[in-house]
């Protein structure tokens, strides 16, 4: 089985920090962020306060990002971009919180004059021409804070509130394993730009109706199979075509249905028409990371993901059958 790839992250943290900022404030052509497939809190967020923190430098930047609807509030009209099909002369290309260049959306790499790689994920396999990765930060918005320490960009409420939406989606509201004293300093840090923190933590939170009509479609699926130790539940598109509103954010059922009590696992599968999606949460020591590996994809020990190209029946098989490996390779399994 692969097994988790890299956590010792760099052994210069503070040096590579200086070696990008000094980089980024020498440089005079144009800026390009990006982040992964299907973006989150922490890819919006990182890049929407480095984005941020450059303007106010007075350099020229595009965001190609486009949020789904639950964090499109977070940016202002204009300010994010469609994808770029060609990047612009004299580029910096600026990629955050995505694993590998596969997972890149939003411009090409090719074309870009330099490409800075910033990211939180053991993973990374260190591509562009100069990777800064950190798996010891619980988001990559808790990198792009300490880069803008570096850059020396005055704090303003409009950069630290999507730096602060990163660490809250990435710790799940502060309660995931990767909450820490310097997660919380830093959220903290960040709440003293003038957040109204209850407002912001609220309205993360807010889903369209049809996000709860959906709820019960999958919560309808849901098993605990392995002795009880795995959640698992789908959807497909056959039950999103029972729902006639606005759904939302589907994503979130995984961390929802991780809840269950005396589970270690929950596993959360989208069927789509020519492959399935996979979503894995864990806590005591067992690992998301290596399942999803095993079926191809990466991600963090608590929380990973996988695209399977095979119908939805093969990949509750080939799931469950790597969540018996690793609930076996941890002890939790006889």
Known sequence: MKQYVDNTGESDYQGKLEEIAARLRSWEGP???????????????????????????????????????????????GELSGPVKELPDDCLLCILDVADAPRVEGAPLE??????????????????????????????????????????????REIATPCLTGLITDTGSFRFANTDADVLRTAADLMEHGIDYPELA???????????????????????????????????????????????DSDDYAGMIRYA???????????????????????AGVSAQNICMELGGGGHVPAAGAKVMQDLETTKRLVLEATERELRRTGHLA
Do not use: C
């Open 261 to 283: 009590e005396g589970t270690l696992l929950s596993v959360f599968l989208k069927s789509r028409p020519d492959h399935t999606k996979v979503s894995v949460r864990s806590r």
């Open 111 to 156: 074309g870009a004059a330099f490409t800075v790689n910033i990211d939180h994920h053991g993973t990374n396999t260190r591509f562009g021409d100069l990777a800064l990765v950190e798996p010891a930060k619980a988001a990559t918005a808790q990198i792009v804070k300490d880069l803008i320490d570096t850059l020396g960009v005055s704090w303003s």
């Open 31 to 77: 800026f390009v962020l990006v982040s992964h497939v299907e973006p989150d809190g922490d890819a919006l967020g990182s890049t929407l306060a480095l984005k941020r923190a450059l303007d106010s430098l007075g350099k020229q930047t595009t965001l190609a990002l486009t949020p789904p609807p639950f964090l499109a509030f977070l940016a202002e009209q």
């Open 202 to 248: 609220d309205r993360l939170q807010w889903r369209p109706p049809g996000y709860y009509q959906l709820m019960a479609r999958v919560l309808s699926t849901l098993n605990f199979p392995l002795n009880g130790k795995v959640a698992l539940a789908w959807l497909t598109p056959e039950m999103e075509s029972e729902v006639t509103a606005e759904t939302g």
